[in-house]
């Protein structure tokens, strides 16, 4: 009687730490808030952050959400947020530990060497924490709502030589088997990936939750590393400068027509029609 519920513990014990093979990292980057109407500076040097409110990119949210609930699953270990960017960045890192996250770094760069940051420096940083978390599985949002650059998760596959799942509107895992749904022009694909993987949350994987007061008061307690990309070896310079940055152009008002004879010959005017 006693072997076999000792053998029944070992054999709950080794399901459990199969089932929780996954060490996540996220990514989190700190952007305008999407509900704050973005001005250009007025050199035309760049946009005008001094004052405005950030928030985490939306989709960088729905990443840590599939992330949490992957743990929640005992499919995941630990989640980690990572970040890099000023000091500011920690306001944005400690959202996801009150989320549910367990651990954050913070990767500092600041002034012209943040601004100018292009997508591939991020993945350098993020190939290095993956080596550093011993993380095998990686999930940023598939673009940020700032630069809609849409190259990081991609980039940083391909640095690391893993499979990727990208536009993620569904991920199932199972051993080390990834099913993901992605959102495609033509509708949805099915794609089955092995682990280790790179995945982009696309806007329709998930709905991220509410940070709740005790979490936020807990989350002060999580740990959370600052480092340097000096410190993981990765050059940040940008070789990519801005020239300028402007508004589009204003919109004209519109007119009204009395007929389609009117309608046509406005076109002809507007030389829309020949």
Same mark, same amino acid.
């Given at each position: 009687?006693?072997? &076999?519920i000792l053998?029944?513990?070992?054999?709950?014990?080794?399901?459990? &730490?199969?089932?929780?093979?996954?060490?996540?990292?996220?990514?989190?980057?700190?952007?305008?808030?999407?509900?704050?109407?973005? &001005?250009?500076?007025?050199?035309?040097?760049?946009?005008?952050?001094?004052?405005?409110?950030?928030?985490?990119?939306?989709?960088?949210?729905?990443?840590?959400?599939?992330?949490?609930?992957?743990?929640?699953? *005992?499919?995941?270990s630990d989640?980690?947020?990572?970040?890099?960017?000023?000091?500011?960045?920690?306001?944005?890192?400690?959202?996801?530990?009150?989320?549910?996250?367990?651990?954050?770094?913070?990767?500092?760069?600041?002034?012209?060497?943040?601004?100018?940051?292009?997508?591939?420096?991020?993945? *350098?940083?993020?190939?290095?924490?993956?080596?550093?978390?011993?993380?095998?599985?990686?999930?940023?949002?598939?673009?940020?709502?700032?630069?809609?650059?849409?190259?990081?998760?991609?980039?940083?596959?391909?640095?690391?030589?893993?499979?990727?799942?990208?536009?993620?509107?569904?991920?199932?895992?199972?051993?080390?088997?990834?099913?993901?749904?992605?959102?495609?022009?033509?509708?949805?694909?099915?794609?089955?990936? &092995?682990?280790?993987?790179?995945?982009?949350?696309?806007?329709?994987?998930?709905?991220?939750?509410?940070?709740?007061?005790?979490?936020?008061?807990?989350?002060?307690? *999580?740990?959370?590393?600052?480092?340097?990309?000096?410190?993981?070896?990765?050059?940040?310079?940008?070789?990519?400068?801005?020239?300028?940055?402007?508004?589009?152009?204003?919109?004209?008002?519109?007119?009204?027509?009395?007929?389609?004879?009117?309608?046509?010959?406005?076109? *002809?005017?507007?030389?829309?029609?020949?």
């Amino acid at each position: 009687f006693f072997l &076999r519920i000792l053998s029944e513990v070992l054999f709950s014990s080794f399901a459990l &730490r199969t089932r929780m093979s996954a060490r996540v990292l996220v990514g989190c980057k700190r952007v305008i808030d999407y509900a704050v109407k973005v &001005r250009v500076k007025p050199d035309g040097t760049g946009v005008v952050t001094q004052g405005v409110k950030h928030s985490m990119n939306p989709f960088d949210e729905i990443a840590v959400e599939q992330a949490l609930q992957l743990k929640e699953k *005992k499919i995941a270990s630990d989640v980690i947020a990572f970040s890099c960017g000023p000091a500011q960045c920690v306001e944005t890192l400690r959202t996801a530990l009150a989320m549910g996250a367990d651990k954050a770094i913070h990767v500092t760069v600041d002034g012209a060497d943040y601004e100018n940051m292009q997508p591939l420096a991020v993945a *350098k940083i993020m190939k290095e924490l993956v080596s550093k978390e011993s993380a095998n599985l990686v999930i940023v949002g598939k673009q940020a709502i700032d630069d809609d650059c849409n190259q990081t998760g991609q980039m940083l596959a391909g640095l690391l030589g893993w499979s990727q799942g990208t536009f993620a509107s569904k991920v199932e895992l199972a051993g080390e088997k990834v099913e993901v749904v992605r959102e495609v022009d033509g509708g949805l694909e099915t794609v089955n990936l &092995r682990m280790p993987s790179v995945i982009t949350a696309d806007l329709r994987l998930n709905t991220p939750r509410y940070a709740t007061l005790p979490n936020i008061m807990k989350a002060k307690k *999580k740990p959370m590393e600052t480092l340097s990309a000096k410190d993981l070896g990765v050059d940040v310079s940008s070789k990519i400068s801005t020239v300028r940055v402007s508004e589009p152009p204003a919109r004209e008002a519109g007119s009204k027509v009395g007929s389609v004879p009117d309608l046509i010959q406005k076109l *002809k005017e507007k030389g829309a029609l020949a």
